[in-house]
């Protein structure tokens, strides 16, 4: 049972994606310049139909709204799922992804996308009995009990509990998605779960500061996208384009963390 240090594992992380942004950069910049006019395009939109002005919605509203933001979804999803098996093959194998092959839409493309999704359905039907049970001793401290004033102490500690629960669950399948992108069929969600194990505390180390280090990322994000909003349509569009390379780059950065994860885990490697 190997132990993962998290200090190492978080450096490695950034440290590779610094040292290999240019070749983030050319396996990449095809999606990059599809998503970036879809984008600018769907907030320009947003704005000129008042979908970004808040106040009280209505059905026509959320019909635009959606309209506009499942079909961006959808494409961010699939640039974004290309782009990572590009990235971990080029750091598990070296492999360089060149001319359409940088537009990587094949099995490997969708069996991403579809452990992802597996994923996210099994964290929630975990979640299912877990969030009922939370709402029968809400319900029972406040009618059988009159224990209302209780519901802070008990809930929050538990939400807090069922989120951090969550992150390292996740986390520990998530290992299996570089195999995926390697091909490996081989490579279950069971072997991510069983290589990851004793190692719970530390991952869960590792998501809160690499979480924190993309909340700074984000303010940044937001603080310029304000900024540049004021100067009107064209600043709006700047702001944009800014946000697409942020996503980008910490789209690059949760890969490669996934990947010194899955080469630490089951690969053997070193930080």
């Excluded at 006019?37 to 509203?61: D, H, I, K, Q, R």
């Excluded at 399948?173 to 069971?190: C, E, H, N, T, Y």
Aim: overall charge positive; proline content about 4%.
């Amino acid at each position: 049972m190997r132990k993962l240090p998290v200090f190492g594992a978080l450096g490695h992380a950034f440290r590779s994606t610094a040292d290999n942004i240019g070749f983030a950069f050319h396996i990449s910049w095809p999606w990059v310049l599809i998503l970036l006019p879809f984008n600018v395009a769907t907030n320009l939109y947003m704005v000129l139909n008042g979908l970004e002005s808040g106040g009280e919605p209505n059905p026509e509203m959320l019909g635009k709204f959606f309209a506009v933001l499942i079909p961006l979804a959808l494409a961010s999803a699939v640039a974004y799922s290309s782009i990572a098996v590009n990235w971990h093959r080029y750091v598990l194998l070296d492999e360089v992804a060149q001319g359409w092959q940088r537009l990587r839409i094949d099995s490997l493309t969708w069996r991403y996308i579809g452990n992802f999704i597996l994923i996210f359905l099994i964290l929630m039907v975990c979640a299912i009995p877990v969030g009922a049970a939370l709402g029968l001793v809400s319900y029972l401290l406040v009618t059988l009990l009159g224990g209302g004033e209780l519901l802070p102490v008990l809930l929050i500690p538990a939400a807090v509990a069922l989120y951090a629960l969550a992150f390292i669950a996740a986390y520990r399948l998530l290992v299996k998605m570089p195999a995926v992108a390697l091909g490996r069929r081989d490579f279950s969600m069971g072997d991510a779960w069983r290589a990851t194990k004793g190692n719970s505390l530390r991952l869960l180390g590792l998501l809160i500061l690499f979480v924190l280090c993309l909340l700074l990322l984000a303010a940044g994000m937001f603080a310029i996208t304000y900024l540049f909003g004021l100067v009107g349509t064209v600043g709006l569009s700047l702001a944009v384009a800014i946000q697409v390379m942020v996503n980008w780059v910490a789209t690059i950065l949760g890969v490669t963390l996934l990947t010194s994860l899955y080469g630490f885990f089951v690969e053997g490697r070193d930080f």
